[in-house]
Structures are given as structure tokens and as C-alpha cells.
């Protein structure tokens, strides 16, 4: 039904499009608008974390962590190189998954304050 707006969002991959449908089935078009609008401010896209990603390998280990709000995984790899750089080369293989995880908890919140504010 607001298939569209979901589609707008950058680098969206169809995991996160199909969850986003799951999430916000049941609203109505003027609650999806506000839920975008939240949303987009919280989410996190995949090929941006990649860049975040790379630049904590090289420059700031843990930038990725304190980027999704993990802030004692970041002070981890702050103080142990990326753990030893295994953890930072972990991470942009898996920055794809990293994003989704930190976009299903942002669609969550999200949802909370559509539900909990009264934008019907």
C-alpha cells in the first residue's frame, strides 16, 4: 500500500523492505508517514556503515560500534586495535548485517512512538 516510500529510502535491501511491511502493516497512511519520517532519522544505511566500517579498521577502531550505538563494543575495539583487527575485518564482511540489526531496533522505536503518540 506505501510500498513506494519504503522504496525511497537508500539502499534499502529487500530484507529490510520486507520488514518494514511486517512492521508497519496495520498503520495507516498518515502514521507510516510520521513512522518514515522517524525512522529515516535513526537508520542506518548498509553502504554507509561500510564506510564506517573501513574507517575503523584504518583510522578509528570501533567507529562502526559507537555509530549503532554499541558504546562498550566501541571502547573494546577502541583499546584493543579492532581486537587485534580480526574484529573490525569481521565487521565489513558482516556491515550489511550489522545495519540490519541496528534498523530492526530503530523500526521498534520507531513504531513506539507512532503508537504511543496519538498521529492518527
Not at 28 to 38: D, G, P, S, W, Y
Given at each position: 500500500?506505501?510500498?513506494?516510500?519504503?522504496?525511497?529510502?537508500?539502499?534499502?535491501?529487500?530484507?529490510?523492505?520486507?520488514?518494514?511491511?511486517?512492521?508497519?502493516?496495520?498503520?495507516?497512511?498518515?502514521?507510516?508517514?510520521?513512522?518514515?519520517?522517524?525512522?529515516?532519522?535513526k537508520r542506518r544505511n548498509p553502504s554507509d556503515m561500510l564506510l564506517f566500517c573501513v574507517i575503523g579498521l584504518f583510522l578509528v577502531p570501533g567507529l562502526q560500534r559507537f555509530i549503532i550505538g554499541q558504546i562498550g563494543?566501541?571502547?573494546?575495539?577502541?583499546?584493543?586495535?579492532?581486537?587485534?583487527?580480526?574484529?573490525?575485518?569481521?565487521?565489513?564482511?558482516?556491515?550489511?548485517?550489522?545495519?540490519?540489526?541496528?534498523?530492526?531496533?530503530?523500526?521498534?522505536?520507531?513504531?513506539?512512538?507512532?503508537?504511543?503518540?496519538?498521529?492518527?
Amino acid at each position: 500500500m506505501f510500498d513506494s516510500q519504503f522504496m525511497a529510502l537508500p539502499g534499502i535491501t529487500p530484507q529490510e523492505y520486507s520488514y518494514l511491511q511486517t512492521a508497519t502493516n496495520g498503520l495507516n497512511e498518515q502514521q507510516v508517514r510520521t513512522f518514515l519520517m522517524i525512522y529515516t532519522g535513526k537508520r542506518r544505511n548498509p553502504s554507509d556503515m561500510l564506510l564506517f566500517c573501513v574507517i575503523g579498521l584504518f583510522l578509528v577502531p570501533g567507529l562502526q560500534r559507537f555509530i549503532i550505538g554499541q558504546i562498550g563494543m566501541g571502547i573494546l575495539y577502541l583499546f584493543t586495535a579492532g581486537l587485534c583487527f580480526i574484529g573490525s575485518i569481521v565487521d565489513i564482511v558482516n556491515h550489511k548485517q550489522l545495519a540490519f540489526e541496528h534498523n530492526q531496533k530503530m523500526v521498534f522505536e520507531s513504531l513506539q512512538m507512532v503508537r504511543m503518540g496519538n498521529f492518527s
